[in-house]
């Protein structure tokens, strides 16, 4: 098993109000699946990505990633995790926009201290298996959503992550353009890794092979496509 949620609950206290946004979810994702977590606004999608991602910790249940239990480690050891298995795509592609492409996708490498020289072998190796070729000296707004998101893959995987998050990661982006972002996320499962991507649409859904459905903060369907 590559994780699991048992009983899951997350409290967002603002000071006025208490936000109950996760209810008690349970699931497991073993590894070499593509699974789809769907739900609509204010489900509590993100909130669960941002605790299978280790970015935030839940308030009650437990998280095991790769058995342990993420919930008792320390803030390093939960960002030696991010660093080293996990890989994030993020709908507003999140890339640093002063940087160009190669160095943006380098990035998880310069945080591992690995060499100039490797990192740069490696990030071109993957933008060539992006179809970026041409643009690794482009900065970030001389390209398209589409290509931006692609950038963001690359980045996701330079760490070669036991899992990769996706939370909306076609929602800036046009449905052909988007077409193109699935099919690389159904190419990468069929080489074996691991994804979890988070939408509202039942169209990127379709994509994956397994639905988590979420409904105000508890899984209502958990279904085999
Ligand atoms: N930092 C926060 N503080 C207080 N409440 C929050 C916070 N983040 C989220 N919430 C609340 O928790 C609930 C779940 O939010 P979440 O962002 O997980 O939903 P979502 O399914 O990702 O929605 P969307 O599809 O709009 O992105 C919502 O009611 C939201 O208002
Ligand atoms: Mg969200």
Redesign the pocket.
């Known amino acids: 098993m590559l994780l699991e949620v048992r009983d899951l609950t997350k409290v967002?206290d603002?000071g006025f109000v208490k936000?109950s946004?996760l209810k008690g979810i349970s699931f497991k994702v073993k590894e070499g699946e593509l699974t789809a977590i769907m739900?609509?606004?204010?489900?509590?999608?993100?909130?669960?990505m941002d605790i299978l991602g280790c970015l935030s910790r839940p308030t009650g249940g437990l998280y095991l990633f790769q058995g342990e239990e993420a919930n008792r480690l320390s803030e390093r050891k939960l960002a030696e995790i991010r660093n080293s298995h996990l890989g994030f795509v993020f709908q507003s592609f999140n890339l640093l926009p002063r940087e160009t492409v190669l160095s943006n996708i380098e990035l998880p490498l310069i945080y591992k201290g690995v060499p100039r020289g490797e990192r740069r072998k490696k990030g071109i190796e993957i933008l060539f298996s992006l179809g970026l070729k041409d643009k690794l000296n482009s900065f970030p707004n001389q390209l398209s959503g589409g290509e931006q998101q692609r950038v963001a893959i690359g980045r996701a995987l330079i760490n070669n992550p036991h899992l990769i998050l996706a939370d909306?990661p076609t929602g800036n982006i046009d449905r052909k353009t988007g077409e193109g972002i699935l099919k690389i996320f159904v190419d990468l499962n069929q080489k074996g890794k691991t994804i979890i991507i988070i939408t509202?649409d039942p169209f990127v859904a379709s994509y994956c092979s397994r639905i988590i459905h979420?409904e105000d903060g508890k899984v209502v369907k958990d279904e085999l496509c």
Not at 39 to 48: D, M
């Open positions: 967002y603002t936000v946004a739900g609509p606004s204010g489900s509590g999608k993100t909130t669960l909306e509202h979420l």
